[in-house]
Each structure stands twice: as C-alpha cells, then as structure tokens.
Nanobody
C-alpha cells in the first residue's frame, strides 16, 4: 500500500489546516490509520489514530481537543483536521497504516506503511 499525504503549509498561530492521506489500495479500509509528526531534532511522535472500524480513536495529549482524525473507507482516505495551531505543532506530518490492527494504536513500530510526509509550519 502506498500512502500519499497532502495539505501541509504555512499558517499563523491559531489557524487551521486539514491534512489528507490517500491510500493506493482498497485494503487500507481494513487497516488502522494513524498520523505521526517529527520536528527537527526530535523523534517521530504519535499524533492521532483511528481503527479500521472507526470504533477506536485516540489522540496525543498535546493535540486533544484541537485535532480531529477521520477516515473515509470508500475513498480510502484518512484526514487530520487541525485547529488552533501552535508554533510547537510545526513538524513534518506522516500518515501511516497498520495492517495487523495491533491493539496499541500509538506505537510507531506497529505501523508498516508510511506516507512521504507533509510539512506544517506554524508561525507565532
């Protein structure tokens, strides 16, 4: 499965962006979908994830209440709507997919497929 992330850009603090992840195969609808981010000099960290059935959704504490993950299992996409962006949200954002549907949605190593990343820059 190939994942293509898009929607990044430059935004002022308090602004919004919507990231989108498009999968190349229909099997994506049976995978856990997740978003991670990596700031310069830091490790890649978990942001949000949604199970294939949409029954489980989890967010990192740092984005809870500001970000919303969604997915369209017909279009094979997974989006990340980001509100009230802060300078500390600046990072390269990656979408990812876990075909094994591991219980821990936050564990980076559980995700087998990764997109190329889309840059989000929040100015103060």
């Amino acid at each position: 499965v190939q994942l293509q992330a898009s929607g990044g850009g430059l935004v002022q603090a308090g602004g919004s962006l919507r990231l989108s992840c498009a999968a190349s195969e229909r099997t994506f609808r049976t995978y856990t979908a997740g978003w991670f981010r990596q700031a310069p000099g830091k490790e890649r960290e978990f942001v949000a994830a949604m199970s294939w059935s949409k029954g489980r959704v989890i967010y990192a504490d740092s984005v809870k209440g500001r970000f919303t993950i969604s997915r369209d299992n017909v279009k094979n996409t997974a989006d990340l709507q980001m509100y009230d962006l802060k300078p500390e949200d600046t990072a390269l954002y990656y979408c990812a997919a876990d075909p094994s549907r591991n219980v821990d949605l936050t564990r980076r190593n559980n995700y087998e497929y990764w997109g190329q990343g889309t840059q989000v820059t929040v100015s103060s």
